[in-house]
T-cell receptor
Framework: KNQVEQSPQSLIILEGKNCTLQ??????????LRWYKQDTGRGPVSLTI?????NTKSNGRYTATLDADTKQSSLHITASQLSDSASYIC?????????????FGAGTRLAVHP | GAVVSQHPSWVICKSGTSVKIECRSL??????MFWYRQFPKQSLMLMAT?????????EQGVEKDKFLINHASLTLSTLTVTSAHPEDSSFYIC????????????FGPGTRLTVT
C-alpha cells in the first residue's frame, strides 16, 4: 500500500474554475509535507512546504492545508489558468531517513480547458 | 530561486553502451544531490543519495554497479548508466539540497533516456 495516496487520479476543469486536490498519507512521524507541480517532461517545481505544525500555506493562487490528526492534506487552486495543466504531486518527508528523504504520491493530473 | 540543470535533456543510445548524465546546481552549493527515476504516469522513485566527496547511498533494489554516481564537487553530480538495456529507458531527474539544513530540494528538468 502506498504511503502517500492522492485523489483524484485525474481531473478536468474549465478555465477560471477552482479545484481541490486531496492527499492522504500514512507516513508517521513526518517532518514536512510538500506539494509540487510537474509539467509533462519536466522536473517538479515546489509550490508549498508545510512542517507538521502548520495548518495552511499559500503561494499565489495555490493554498495547501494540512490536518496532521487525520493525516490529510489538500491543495486548492483558485481561478485556474490553462498553464495550471500539469501533474500535482504530494510529497511527505518522514523524520527517519534524514530531512531530505521524500516519499512521493503518484500525483493528480489536472487538465484546464478553455 | 535556485536553479538545477541537467545535461543532456534527452539521449538515445544503443543497448550495451554507457550513458552519462550531468546534474549541476547553478547558483548554490549542494552538499547533497539525489537521483530519481520516473516511468510514464508513475511517481518519482529515489535511486540514490550522494554527498559531495563520499560514496553514494543507493536505495534497495538499485544496482550500484550499474548506476554509477559521482559527486565530485558541490555543484556537480553525474549518473552513469552502464551497459544500458531497453528496460533502463526512463526519465531521470536529479535534485539538489542546499546547505544549512534547508528543507527545500530543487529539481532539475530531467533527462529522457531511450535505449534501443
Amino acid at each position: 500500500k502506498n504511503q502517500v495516496e492522492q485523489s483524484p487520479q485525474s481531473l478536468i476543469i474549465l478555465e477560471g474554475k477552482n479545484c481541490t486536490l486531496q492527499c492522504n498519507y500514512t507516513v508517521s512521524p513526518f517532518s514536512n509535507l510538500r506539494w509540487y507541480k510537474q509539467d509533462t517532461g519536466r522536473g517538479p517545481v515546489s509550490l508549498t512546504i508545510m512542517t507538521f505544525s502548520e495548518n495552511t500555506k499559500s503561494n499565489g493562487r495555490y493554498t495547501a492545508t494540512l490536518d496532521a490528526d487525520t493525516k490529510q492534506s489538500s491543495l486548492h487552486i483558485t481561478a485556474s489558468q490553462l498553464s495550471d495543466s500539469a501533474s500535482y504531486i504530494c510529497v511527505v518527508s518522514p523524520i527517519s531517513g534524514g530531512y531530505n528523504k521524500l516519499i512521493f504520491g503518484a500525483g493528480t493530473r489536472l487538465a484546464v480547458h478553455p | 530561486g535556485a536553479v538545477v540543470s541537467q545535461h543532456p535533456s534527452w539521449v538515445i543510445c544503443k543497448s550495451g553502451t554507457s550513458v552519462k548524465i550531468e546534474c549541476r546546481s547553478l547558483d548554490f552549493q549542494a552538499t547533497t544531490m539525489f537521483w530519481y527515476r520516473q516511468f510514464p504516469k508513475q511517481s518519482l522513485m529515489l535511486m540514490a543519495t550522494s554527498n559531495e566527496g563520499s560514496k553514494a547511498t543507493y536505495e534497495q533494489g538499485v544496482e550500484k554497479d550499474k548506476f554509477l554516481i559521482n559527486h565530485a564537487s558541490l555543484t556537480l553530480s553525474t549518473l552513469t548508466v552502464t551497459s544500458a538495456h531497453p528496460e533502463d529507458s526512463s526519465f531521470y531527474i536529479c535534485s539538489a539540497a542546499g546547505t544549512s539544513g534547508s528543507l527545500e530540494q530543487y529539481f532539475g528538468p530531467g533527462t529522457r533516456l531511450t535505449v534501443t
